[in-house]
């Protein structure tokens, strides 16, 4: 299994963001943690090292509960493209849309178990018996009972879920149900995802926090988002060579590279110029977060007023990047179909992004610049246990459009913080309010500006440690 290493990071300069009261109970909370754990190792058991939310929650919770001086470790599955294949399935089927439609019968009882035996034995010469394992998602589920065995305390956080169960979620959770059980505590995102089954023990509901000093999410200027933009290909103009440089999370310093090493416009004449307002949705390549209903929505909206001058931009990870999401190649195909198939004057206003994966946080930097620069971030979404881009967005004081579902209804009130799309599917509504920040400067500076109150509110480092300190303090005790 691949080790992840995470720098810590103290209170330090997030200090001066919160008010004192936060201030104290954070360093409570640290000290807490300190004296519960003394010398035992929390150990986080995952999918991928990058892309994608868990990736994306575990750096910002690791760096803080390392810098609050527990030892937290981080280790990534090693497991082959068709138990991935498998556990997708899973991943869309608890979410109660049935993915790729395959089995979960003997032979996946099978592979699934074959792979984790092999990580497992690797956990367990890591693995001491006083340690806590935290597992995630539906990936590393069957390792609960192996570690169990050990000693250790498991833990299994579940990413994901459905306010409704229905038939689809209801077979994948027959399927790891009996795997899973055995762990000795359970997280989820929201109450409604927590099965029954799981309500006879410990139960916490933990969502997710974004890191405001990361590089994904650190200030940056109108000048430094341009530059960024602009060295990268995504904004016309600008210095292909302008040497920027960043920090990246383990200390080093990197160069951006030049928008021909950095993947960058798939399809279409030419970046849109800096001055073009534009609609961003960052997301992995997945059906679920429907890019490809994005540009029709778009495509309705400048057919129902043309909306003068504004683009869009559909910006993922390069496909090779995730490791444990193999739809991504189909689903970026599936994308450029859907470009081609626009009108030729909708056409050349959408653009498709893939950014590399190999720097993180080059990554990071730019998906940082592009959502600074969005004029509205959308996540139309099919699912979504919880959005991340929607809290990096609101961060960003940006209005975010978004579908009310799942996490989304929690991160956003709709009118105030945000606006919510109350079907998805409706590409008519999609367009109506997509218009309304875009045609309304004082109203979209509002939503921002509630975005960043409600962030700087519920969804920092400082609130989801405690939260994980109270849980693993209640299991150690
Ligand atoms: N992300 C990224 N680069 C990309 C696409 C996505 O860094 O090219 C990040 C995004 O900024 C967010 C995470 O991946 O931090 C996606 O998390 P979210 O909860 O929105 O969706 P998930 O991928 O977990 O379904």
């Known amino acids: 299994m691949e080790e992840v290493h995470v720098r810590p990071v103290g209170l330090g300069p997030l200090e001066t963001m919160l008010p004192t009261p936060r201030v104290e109970r954070f360093l409570a909370a640290a ?57 997708k399935r899973l991943h869309n089927m608890l979410h ?53 065995a050990t000693g250790a305390l498991v833990v299994w956080r579940c990413h994901v ?54 590089v994904k999410n650190m200030p940056l200027s109108p000048g430094q988002v341009h530059a960024v933009l602009a060295q990268v290909g995504l904004v016309s103009g600008g210095d292909p060579d302008g040497g920027i440089s960043f920090v990246r999370r383990d200390g080093t310093t990197g160069a951006l590279r030049p928008h021909w090493r ?13 001055s073009a307002p534009l609609v961003v949705q960052v997301s992995r390549w997945d059906r679920l977060k429907d890019m490809a209903g994005v540009m029709e929505g778009f495509a309705r909206a400048v057919d129902d007023d043309g909306l003068d ?16 999401d193999p739809e991504g190649a189909e689903v970026l195909g ?3 179909e859907a470009w081609r198939r626009l009108p030729p004057v909708v056409r050349r206003r959408v653009h498709l992004v893939t950014v590399p994966m190999d720097d993180p946080d080059e990554n990071a930097l730019v998906v940082n610049a592009l959502q600074r620069h969005a004029a509205v971030v959308v996540q139309k979404s099919l699912v979504e246990g ?26 956003i009130t709709d009118g105030r913080d945000g606006l919510l799309l109350q079907d998805p599917q409706d590409l008519d509504d999609f367009a109506t309010v997509l218009r309304r920040p875009l045609a309304d400067a004082g109203l979209a500076a509002r939503l921002g500006a509630a975005a960043h109150a409600r962030v700087l509110g519920e969804y920092l480092g400082d609130r989801h440690l405690e939260q994980y300190v109270d849980l693993l303090a209640a299991l150690a005790s």
Not at 38 to 47: E, F, P, Q, Y
Not at 196 to 212: E, F, K, M
Request: proline share 7%.
């Open 386 to 411: 919880f959005g991340l881009t929607v809290t990096e967005a609101m961060w960003k004081a940006r209005p975010v459009v978004a579908s009310r579902l799942g996490g989304i209804q929690d991160q």
């Open 309 to 324: 001058g504004v683009e869009l931009m559909l910006a993922g990870p390069e496909v090779s990047g995730v490791a444990d």
């Open 262 to 274: 950095t993947g960058g416009l798939l399809v279409d004449d030419g970046p849109p110029p800096p």
């Open 31 to 87: 000290k807490r943690a300190r004296a519960v754990f003394g010398d035992r190792t929390v150990w986080h058991v995952n999918a991928t090292a990058h892309g994608g939310g868990v990736a994306e929650l575990l750096q910002t919770l690791l760096a803080y509960a390392n810098g609050a001086g527990v030892e937290n470790r981080w280790l990534v599955l090693d497991a082959e493209p068709r138990f991935f294949a498998l556990t």
């Open 96 to 148: 109660g849309e049935p993915g790729d439609g395959g089995p979960l019968g003997d032979d996946e009882h099978a592979l699934y178990e074959d792979v984790l035996r092999t990580n497992l034995a690797d956990l367990a010469g890591r693995v001491s018996a006083r340690d806590i394992v935290v597992l995630h998602d539906p990936q590393t589920a069957g390792l609960a009972a192996g570690l169990r």
């Open 161 to 214: 879920g459905r306010d409704h169960p229905n038939a689809v979620s209801e077979a994948a959770w027959a399927f790891l149900r009996g795997y899973v059980e055995q762990a000795h505590a359970f997280v989820f995102t929201r109450n409604a995802y927590v099965p029954d089954w799981a309500r006879t023990g410990l139960v916490a509901i933990i969502p997710p926090s974004i890191d405001p000093l990361s």
């Open 334 to 336: 599936e994308c450029r």
